[in-house]
């Protein structure tokens, strides 16, 4: 199965359309080149990752322009596209009274969508805690591996990366990749890779983990992106930059590293 993570760079002054014109040139430009079997995007690149002041502006519904521009990107390419997340806006408020949301959306080439909505909200108080509902629901979805075969990916996002017991849930709800879309900061990027290399060593999972470049909203972005083995191998690392990695995984290593070393079957709830 062929990956590609465009490890997208941004800072203030491009409007989030120009911004979704740009990324869907870069999708078609590495599907055309690549050929990959899923394509991955950053965390919240379409209303800008850090600067909270305008999600409320430029959230949309599940069905939005956002949302409808990457269904039909992934079915004029012909691709699986996990198009990192947006700032979704819910149809009614809730359990904490808020109406927006951080929701990932994954889509088929054929329209097929699976969404999932960040469960641990970063910024300590402000920004995500403040102004979004935490999701509550534990979300796996199947996608086509190239092969004739389905993988089943584990959906999370960016903060969420530091809660095991998250991932613990994804492995029992037979998680083989893990996807983590990320705005991280570079401040704590060694955070990023070491807890992606936990993640796939504890968990014996493929991780695919992607940042964004660049600063904006006064954040220096970590970048980083990295393709992680269920050994623990890393098999691709980004730089700082903007970047597109293109991996190929063999997911019978799952199988194959669980049955060799199978450290799963140990633990003691
Ligand atoms: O946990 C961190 O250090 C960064 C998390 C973050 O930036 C986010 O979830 O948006």
């Not at 070491?194 to 493929?206: I, K, M, P, S, T």
């Amino acid at each position: 199965m062929r990956l590609a993570l465009i490890q997208l760079g941004y800072g203030d002054d491009e409007t989030m359309p120009a911004r979704i014109e740009r990324v869907s040139d870069l999708v078609r430009e590495v599907v055309d080149r690549e050929r990959p079997d899923l394509v991955v995007l950053p965390e919240l690149w379409g209303p800008t990752g850090f600067d909270y002041r305008k999600w409320e502006s430029l959230a949309e519904p599940l069905d939005g322009p956002w949302a409808s521009a990457m269904t039909r990107l992934a079915a004029e390419v012909g691709v699986t596209l996990h198009a990192g997340s947006f700032i979704e806006r819910l149809a009614s408020p809730g359990a904490d009274g808020r109406t927006l949301a951080n929701t990932s959306l994954v889509v088929t080439a054929d329209g097929e969508r699976t969404a999932y909505r960040k469960i641990h909200r970063f910024g300590f108080g402000s920004g995500e805690p403040k102004l979004l509902e935490a999701g509550d629901e534990v979300v796996t979805t199947q996608i086509p591996s190239g092969t004739g075969e389905s993988v089943t990916v584990g959906l999370s996002t960016c903060y969420d990366l530091r809660f095991p017991e998250l991932y613990r849930r994804l492995l029992d709800d037979g998680a083989e990749l893990l996807v983590v879309p990320a705005a991280w900061p570079m401040a704590r990027v060694a955070h990023w890779t070491l807890l992606g290399q936990a993640r796939a060593v504890e968990d014996q999972v493929f991780v695919a983990q992607c940042n964004t470049a660049g600063t904006h909203a006064g954040t220096e972005m970590g970048g980083h992106s990295q393709v992680v083995a269920p050994t623990g191998e890393v098999l691709a690392e980004a730089g700082a930059d903007e970047e597109v990695l293109v991996v190929d995984i063999d997911t019978r290593l799952v199988a194959s590293t669980r049955e060799s070393f199978p450290v799963i079957p140990d633990r003691r709830l």
